[in-house]
């Protein structure tokens, strides 16, 4: 009866009068919702100036330089970060919470242990707090040999941009409440060795908070390369496909049932690429597949080891002679990361996007965890848990080689089936199910977003193993005959 029931009132609401899949074409973007656009378009790009100017005026700010020196050094550069998350908290009535998560390191960049620390501001959300976005920049800088603590290493844009894109996040966003919380973090220890990504990702999972999402911005501050080629309307954004967190057990389940390009930072890469185009900041998203630049790291790289998703952004662009360089000029040829290379207006649409992207994650619930079933059938299932706050889901699919979501329906909130009243026992969980009449489950990826009430909807998580927007856990061994 209970069954019976649970089946009627989903077909009810999960079965629209659909027997066909309906091809949704949209030729020109849908608009972002109006307040994303307006938290975004409060992005200053003086701010972001002023903020890259003070960076740079500590002289250096590499990881292994002096800690206790009043303005000059990666101690001064972290508390004077620490005085901006304090002013903004004291402006939203004490809405953050600042922490330095730290770990004395000793690696092959760190000769001696070292105490490596991150300046953090915690945005508490107001509806589901433990689901978390974090946006991160380095705020250590180099010269051309990471060991040199000394010279001069004005780090302008590596990575006193994202670290400028941190504090901004942080002064437009604390004026507004979030159902999820965000965090705002200046990492230091990137140049030797990744080390305040690995503090910031231990320190979440001892937390026990949920990593949604992890923003990485490293280098997003300049449109021109050394060979004068210029771009200042796309930004990278970069993403593993195949998760490495759980690679080893998920390999053989991925080879049977996809998922080569569906880790949740691939659906996380997606959903930044169609936010740019709805925001109409003039800045595209070039979605680059695969987790980093040709041999190169970053912080994010720290978040996906620990199972978290996460993407890098960095700009269209790179100049090799800008970074990691020490300031000089060599037959003709300026070397080094100095302020005067940077286009600020460029690293404002880049925030603005990061700061629409905070917030439309914040805003909206967590992606749900779909399955899919339909092998030797012409329909597919999906099926899928309730997600908290979600009013419906968005079930989504493509080809396998089509790179973003082509094909969706809108599914209605389940609900759930109590027993007789007075309820003798709790509600049973609402599941969520869809079948997708003559669509063959060879040949289409599927996913499945949560929609909030406002209409925020999440990421697409993939039907496909490890695309649950979680640490990976493989599936428990079917119980014993
Ligand atoms: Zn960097």
Not at 253 to 280: M, V
Not at 281 to 298: A, I, T
Request: net charge neutral; aromatic share 6%; with cysteine.
């Amino acid at each position: 009866m209970k069954k019976l029931l649970l089946i009627a009132l989903l077909g009810a609401s999960a079965f629209p009068a659909l027997s066909q899949p309906r091809r949704t074409t949209a030729p020109a973007p849908t608009p972002a919702p109006a307040p994303l656009r307006a938290i975004a378009d409060e992005v200053s790009e003086a701010n972001l100036r002023a903020t890259v100017e003070r960076l740079v005026r500590f002289g250096t700010r590499h990881t292994l330089s002096v800690r206790d020196h009043p303005t000059r050094g990666i101690g001064a550069a972290l508390n004077w970060t620490e005085g901006q998350f304090r002013r903004f908290s004291r402006d939203c009535g004490g809405c953050l919470t600042i922490v330095r998560p730290s770990d004395t390191v000793t690696n092959r960049r760190i000769p001696t242990p070292t105490l490596v620390e991150d300046m953090i501001a915690i945005q508490r959300g107001t509806g589901d707090p433990n689901r978390v976005v974090i946006i991160t920049g380095h705020i250590d800088s180099r010269v051309t040999d990471p060991m040199n603590a000394t010279s001069d290493a004005p780090g302008a844009n590596d990575d006193g941009s994202g670290t400028a894109a941190v504090i901004e996040a942080a002064r437009v966003l604390s004026r507004h409440r979030f159902a999820g919380t965000i965090v705002y973090a200046a990492l230091s220890g990137e140049e030797q060795g990744l080390n305040g990504g690995k503090i910031l990702a231990d320190y979440a999972r001892a937390q026990g908070w949920r990593v949604e999402a992890n923003l990485n911005n490293d280098i997003i501050g300049n449109s021109c390369g050394a060979d004068g080629v210029c771009d200042d309307a796309t930004v990278r954004v970069f993403s593993e496909g195949p998760r490495w967190q759980g690679h080893e057990d998920l390999a053989a389940r991925q080879r049977s049932l996809g998922g080569e390009n569906d880790a949740p930072g691939r659906n996380l890469s997606r959903f930044i690429d169609t936010l740019a185009d709805q925001l109409s900041l003039g800045l595209n998203v070039r979605q680059v597949w695969r987790n980093d630049r040709f041999g190169r790291g970053g912080d994010h790289t720290e978040f996906l080891n620990a199972g978290f998703p996460a993407v890098r952004f960095s700009v269209a662009i790179e100049n090799y002679d800008w970074q990691h360089q020490d300031l000089r000029t060599e037959n003709g040829t300026v070397y080094g990361d100095t302020i005067d290379h940077m286009d600020f207006p460029y690293l404002r649409r880049v925030t603005q996007l990061n700061v629409a992207a905070l917030a439309a994650l914040a805003r909206a619930p967590m992606p749900p965890e779909p399955t899919v079933r339909g092998g030797v059938s012409t329909d597919t299932t999906l099926t899928w848990a309730d997600v908290r706050d979600a009013v419906g889901y968005m079930v989504r699919w493509r080809r396998t080689d089509g790179n973003n979501w082509e094909e969706s329906r809108r599914v209605g909130p389940a609900v759930s089936v109590c027993g007789e009243p007075p309820p003798s026992h709790p509600c049973a969980p609402p599941l969520n199910q869809t079948t997708l009449r003559g669509v063959r489950v060879d040949d289409w990826v599927f996913g499945v977003s949560s929609v909030a009430a406002d209409g925020s909807e999440s990421p697409v998580a993939s039907a496909v193993p490890g695309g649950a927007f979680r640490p990976y856990a493989p599936p428990p061994p079917p119980p014993a005959q």
